[in-house]
């Protein structure tokens, strides 16, 4: 989805997307490569890659992750670190109900947070989440 979202928006916001682009691993649908090394020579999303996205199973997950990656980039900041940095795994507490939310879109939430483990535990009614910053390279 992020693929097709960068190219879409690309004639608009060409400095952004085409920053992004070149953050972004190589992505491969449907055997062909769309990355290229600017965004600007990518090819125009192909209607067949639209059908890879699926629509989300619940609504109720998006103000949960907003939650969690505000969390995540919160912590990465008191940390002093770069938003990129990775995070070797996040322990999130949540009701069970917003964890079924959280489990639809989970890998989601380790692509955008760069999040390697995401595990969760039971809690009472607030999200909390702990984070364990990947060691240095």
Not at 4 to 28: C, D, G, H, S
Not at 52 to 60: G, H, L, N, R, V
Not at 89 to 113: F, N
Not at 121 to 136: C, R
Request: overall charge neutral.
């Amino acid at each position: 989805g992020l693929s097709i979202l960068l190219r879409m928006f690309a004639p608009v916001l060409p400095y952004i997307t085409e920053e992004m682009w070149n953050r972004k691993p190589v992505i491969q649908t449907e055997n062909r490569s769309v990355s290229s090394i600017s965004i600007h020579t990518s090819s125009w999303p192909h209607v067949s890659e639209f059908d890879a996205i699926q629509a989300p199973q619940s609504s109720a997950s998006f103000p949960s992750v907003r939650t969690i990656l505000n969390e995540v980039r919160r912590q990465k900041g008191e940390a002093k670190v770069s938003v990129r940095k990775p995070v070797k795994q996040i322990t999130i507490t949540a009701p069970q109900d917003i964890q079924t939310g959280i489990q639809l879109v989970e890998q989601d939430i380790c692509a955008a947070g760069m999040i390697s483990r995401m595990d969760l535990k039971d809690g009472e009614k607030d999200i909390k989440v702990e984070m364990e910053l990947a060691e240095k390279i």
